[in-house]
């Protein structure tokens, strides 16, 4: 007996079709631009045997959906820039990369407490499962294999993982090659825009910076790229931002935000709708540039078509979510990094408040989290050196946090009709950190180093930037950090009232007064609130 299979698309994205393939974005095999009908085209011409090496040599922000005999494989590219799912609709099985407008009646299956939970605690939900039990989707680097015989399992088809710190390069060049490195993916960048406008969503911090800092030296002229920061008037991140683009030559604007502006986002008819496909049911969305880019939009500083370049997330690849814990242990097991991953990635909501959410015991949400976790992590040695715990942690984080989180805000930007590219995620780019000795990411050197050599501005930023920096770096890196966000996390809820007022980016707003002093407990970032009103999105 066999599934009745049907390929399925949404209205939101134009797809190619050649052969038995559709494919949709970009991607570069060696220096070469594929654009969707070549890449429709290389896919289709793959024998099945090759279609994971072929995969491992193209990078890019891609999806395609591959249809043979034997089935169908809904394949996304290293960071799953765009997701596609699979979904049981009664007898049918759906492949598409919009299963809200497709198949609205997914949503009558419900969606499992413990996804539920761990949306509520992570802010994502790990592996091919999504917030709608009918649902699964395509991990990063991997390929959803959806057979076609009844009784035949899905399975996730990986061609491409991230491995730090298992062959690393003791050369003494990495600034050098991290530096050629990160220079030809912004290159690539260029090409793909092909003339567009270039936007960076600039920030303070070294990831927005050191792309702006390569964009300001790669020849092309001042219009064709804009900087722009948002938030409330006067913030630091838009004076330091300025300070940047102004020592780099770049055009730069700001786009103001004030608490009315975001109670106007929640009283938008559109809002639960756009919350419910922007977190691609795996992820409370990024949604802090949301004003910022529908502004620039109706001021026409962004015409339909410009290229959004975000510089998410060099800082993760460079080592910011190293557990010091793990990089100083001398030996450690898998339950030590199952420990690691729940302390770093699962600390937005507390237990007892999750399972209130979900109508559970507080040990039955720790213990599913633990399990859910555990399913997701490779098979691994009873007892591992630190290089490969930390490796790990940061494997998942990468899989998990990052492709499904962090990456999905990209949503905001097709919402408003631009394309957008994330150079950072470059298969080179994760490559060259995947090959940086621990010891050159514990702290993120090298990243500093990096930034240094391609000129980012370091008089830029406040002697008192700079310093809390390092404390927060040090802390973190001496095991001192659980100890310090407990006082930290008791300050901030004695001080919430004025937490919610003067937030930089005014977005609490999003959320309401009453609610937010109510449940803050000084741990819970935006992204938590949002977590919660995704669930209420999907139950509508």
Avoid at 473 to 479: D, W
Wanted: hydrophobic share 40%; net charge negative.
């Amino acid at each position: 007996m066999s599934r009745d299979l049907q390929v399925t698309l949404g209205p939101r994205r134009a797809w190619s079709t050649v052969g038995t393939t559709r494919a949709t974005g970009f991607a570069f095999r060696g220096e070469t631009l594929l654009g969707a009908d070549d890449l429709a085209a290389v896919i289709d011409a793959a024998p099945a045997e090759g279609l994971q090496p072929m995969l491992r040599r193209l990078t890019g922000s891609f999806a395609a959906i591959r249809e043979s005999r034997d089935g169908v494989d809904a394949i996304v590219d290293d960071i799953r820039g765009i997701p596609l799912y699979s979904v049981e609709d009664g007898s049918r099985w759906i492949v598409t990369d919009d299963p809200l407008h497709v198949a609205p009646d997914a949503r009558r299956a419900g969606s499992s407490w413990t996804t539920r939970a761990e949306l509520l605690k992570s802010s994502f939900v790990s592996g091919i499962d999504t917030l709608l039990d009918a649902v699964h989707e395509a991990e990063a680097g991997a390929f959803l294999r959806i057979p076609s015989g009844a009784g035949e399992p899905l399975t996730s088809c990986g061609y491409y993982t991230f491995e730090p710190n298992v062959d690393p390069d003791t050369s003494g060049a990495l600034v050098d090659a991290g530096l050629e490195v990160h220079r030809a993916a912004v290159e690539r960048t260029i090409r793909f825009a092909d003339g567009a406008l270039i936007v960076v969503p600039l920030s303070a911090g070294l990831d927005s910076g050191i792309l702006a800092a390569l964009l300001s030296t790669s020849g092309l002229e001042r219009d064709q790229i804009l900087t722009f920061t948002f938030g409330q008037s006067g913030n630091r991140e838009s004076e330091v931002s300025r300070r940047v683009a102004d020592a780099l030559g770049l055009r730069w604007t700001f786009v103001p935000y004030t608490e009315a502006m975001w109670q106007d986002v929640a009283r938008q008819s559109r809002w639960p709708g756009y919350l419910a496909w922007a977190s691609s049911l795996a992820a409370a969305p990024g949604f802090t540039d949301i004003p910022a880019v529908s502004s620039l939009r109706e001021q026409e500083l962004v015409p339909e078509g410009s290229v959004v370049v975000p510089g998410h997330t060099l800082g993760f690849l460079a080592g910011s979510f190293i557990p010091g814990g793990l990089a100083r242990r001398r030996r450690g097991s898998r339950a030590d990094v199952i420990d690691a991953i729940l302390r770093t990635y699962y600390k937005y909501r507390s237990d007892d408040l999750v399972a209130t959410l979900v109508g559970v015991r507080a040990s039955e949400v720790a213990e599913a989290l633990r399990e859910r976790v555990d399913h997701a992590l490779p098979a691994t040695p009873a007892s591992m050196p630190p290089e490969q715990l930390v490796g790990l942690t940061e494997q998942f984080g990468w899989k998990e946090r990052q492709a499904k989180m962090i990456v999905n805000g990209v949503r905001a930007y097709e919402d408003q009709g631009l394309r957008w590219a994330v150079p950072w995620w470059d298969r080179e780019v994760i490559d060259f950190w995947s090959s940086v000795p621990l010891e050159q990411r514990v702290g993120q050197r090298l990243r500093r180093e990096l930034a240094q050599r391609v000129g980012w501005p370091e008089g830029s930023r406040s002697r008192l930037d700079s310093l809390q920096e390092r404390v927060e770096r040090n802390v973190r890196m001496l095991r001192l950090d659980g100890p310090a966000k407990k006082v930290r996390n008791l300050a901030r809820r004695a001080t919430r009232h004025s937490r919610y007022h003067d937030d930089e980016l005014a977005c609490l707003a999003l959320f309401g007064e009453e609610r937010f002093l109510a449940s803050y407990t000084g741990t819970q970032v935006p992204r938590a609130f949002l977590s919660e009103d995704v669930l209420s999105a999907l139950d509508r």
